[in-house]
């Protein structure tokens, strides 16, 4: 079915909002592809309405110039079968490849044979419209025309939709995708100003090209600001200057502002100045105790 | 609101104890400075939209946070009365510090998820900082190149916009602030009569707490005649 694969891309981006996966290349190569497929399918979509729009109005042209010289008329009447082949072509499953779907659509339009096997599937629709001819042969051309083109613009319309909705929908899918993944990348960006090897495994090439670019753009605005850490946490305000930490994450000696060494094994806890420490809160190698 | 509270106390105390040269360098008050930036910070915050950029005051209170920390740094940590000092001005230091990332922060998520919209709109761009203004061009740039290379670029050529609409749901792939978001504000001057969209005018006074529409009073807020809360 048409969008089911970016449903799963939306739903692998839902459930993964909170840890980070790695970059799901299959899945968004089968996308775009099947973004392509759609694409060409209303192309020739469009191309077969086109072709259909103009041979139904001939048809009702040629059938009107015979009812005002009734001589010429004959009784295997062709043209009426050529229309309502032409139906048939448009009917077709849309699972057939479309451009071989055009080329026969088109070339038994053109070869209108009264004869055609294909004439007895679409009786119904041939009746209808034998039908509504009897009963508007009496209208000006105009209307017969509007009249006979209706129902090719209907089906078309319709056809058309299945295709273009799952379109953009994938599109979107796709954008929605790429977008969460670039706010995680940015996240990164600001509160650890470098990729770990775990993460950096994680992201397509793509994404660390992003992710350089990114971190010097912010670089770049951060400079102005000398030494404020925009990259700090922006949402809880500090009440005080020294707090108490507990390690959860082993990350050896660090040497402080202030020209202390700190040596951060797992599990100690310390009574240190909040500014010397506070990155590592952001990264998750410390917790605040108190 | 405790902490705002908080926070001017400190400010009062402390401004009082200091020397009086130190207060000359700008013509505003570091008091009045940190008092704006507040409330720019908190405007900033609550307003769907970008707001202006508030540069004497960054740029102001940037310098005092530099002036401030040689102070402390002078201050002779052997005696008792001035570790209690040292400790008091650090902590403002740090929270001075805290509303000015906070504040810059928020402007740039918002000129993240805005980007396209700000940069087109100029009554938007006007409003950035020359830095801000720079960081969202670079920032459109890298994301659209980032998207064009990971998929985009493989689709066929019409589908390679990245600012179409979906006709038939409205939906726009170039992301607006949404001005019908409801805000609370306080009035900060008498207004009297104001007119709020359809309806009975209603009579605006001073300290009155109300939520509106953002877009029905966005006026009001950048003439600074409210503030968001």
């Given amino acids: ?290 | 609101m405790s902490l705002d509270d908080d926070h001017y106390h400190y400010q009062d105390r402390i401004s009082a104890s200091r020397e009086p040269e130190d207060l000359l360098l700008t013509h505003d008050e570091p008091g009045d400075l940190v008092k704006r930036l507040t409330q720019a910070w908190i405007n900033e915050r609550a307003a769907p939209e970008i707001l202006k950029y508030e540069n004497d005051c960054v740029n102001g209170l940037v310098a005092k946070c530099d002036d401030q920390q040689a102070v402390i740094d002078e201050l002779d940590t052997g005696n008792d009365a001035s570790i209690l000092i040292s400790i008091l001005y650090q902590t403002e230091l740090e929270r001075i510090k805290f509303v000015l990332r906070s504040y810059l922060r928020t402007r740039i998520s918002k000129i993240e998820r805005h980007c396209q919209f700000i940069l087109k709109d100029l009554s938007s761009r006007r409003k950035l900082s020359k830095a801000e203004t720079s960081y969202a061009e670079s920032y459109l740039k890298t994301t659209q190149d980032h998207y064009h290379s990971s998929f985009l670029s493989s689709l066929p050529l019409t589908l390679q916009v990245q600012d179409d609409v979906v006709f038939h749901r409205k939906l726009n792939m170039v992301s607006e602030p949404s001005l019908d978001e409801g805000v609370f504000c306080r009035i900060n001057e008498d207004i009297g009569y104001f007119q709020l969209g359809e309806g009975d005018p209603i009579v605006m006074e001073t300290g009155q707490i109300y939520i509106f529409r953002y877009g029905a009073i966005r006026a009001l807020l950048q003439r600074g005649q409210i503030s968001l809360i």
Avoid at chain 1, 84 to 98: G, I, N, R, W
Avoid at chain 1, 211 to 222: G, L
Avoid at chain 1, 263 to 282: A, G, M, P, Q, W
């Fill in chain 1, 1 to 290: 079915m048409y969008g089911d694969e970016a449903t799963k891309l939306t739903r692998e981006a839902k459930r993964t909002i909170d840890h980070f996966p790695a970059y799901n290349d299959p899945l968004v190569r089968s996308i775009t592809r099947e973004i392509r497929h759609l694409h060409e399918t209303c192309q020739d979509l469009i191309k077969t309405y086109q072709q259909d729009m103009q041979l139904a109005e001939r048809e009702v042209q040629r059938r009107w110039h015979q009812q005002q010289s009734p001589s010429a008329s004959s009784a295997s009447d062709p043209n009426h079968t050529s229309l309502s082949m032409l139906e048939s072509s448009s009917h077709q499953d849309s699972s057939l490849p479309p451009s071989t779907a055009a080329v026969a659509g088109s070339s038994r339009a053109h070869g209108g044979s009264s004869s055609h096997p294909m004439a007895s599937s679409t009786r119904s629709y041939d009746s209808s419209f034998s039908t509504s001819t009897a009963s508007t042969a009496h209208l000006p051309l105009e209307a017969q025309i509007r009249l006979a083109v209706e129902p090719i613009s209907n089906i078309f319309l319709t056809k058309y939709k299945v295709h273009f909705v799952p379109l953009q929908r994938n599109k979107r899918a796709l954008m929605a995708y790429h977008r969460q993944r670039l706010d995680k990348i940015k996240e990164i960006a600001w509160a650890y100003a470098m990729l770990s090897e775990d993460t950096r495994r994680k992201l397509s090439p793509d994404e660390i090209t992003f992710y350089n670019e990114y971190e010097r753009h912010k670089n770049k605005y951060t400079a102005e600001f000398g030494d404020i850490d925009l990259g700090l946490d922006v949402l809880f305000p500090p009440k005080e200057i020294f707090i108490t930490v507990r390690v959860v994450k082993d990350c050896g000696d660090i040497v402080t502002d202030s020209g202390a060494t700190l040596s951060l094994k797992k599990n100690s806890e310390h009574f240190v100045k909040r500014s010397d420490v506070e990155r590592l809160i952001t990264q998750g190698y410390l917790i605040h105790v108190a």
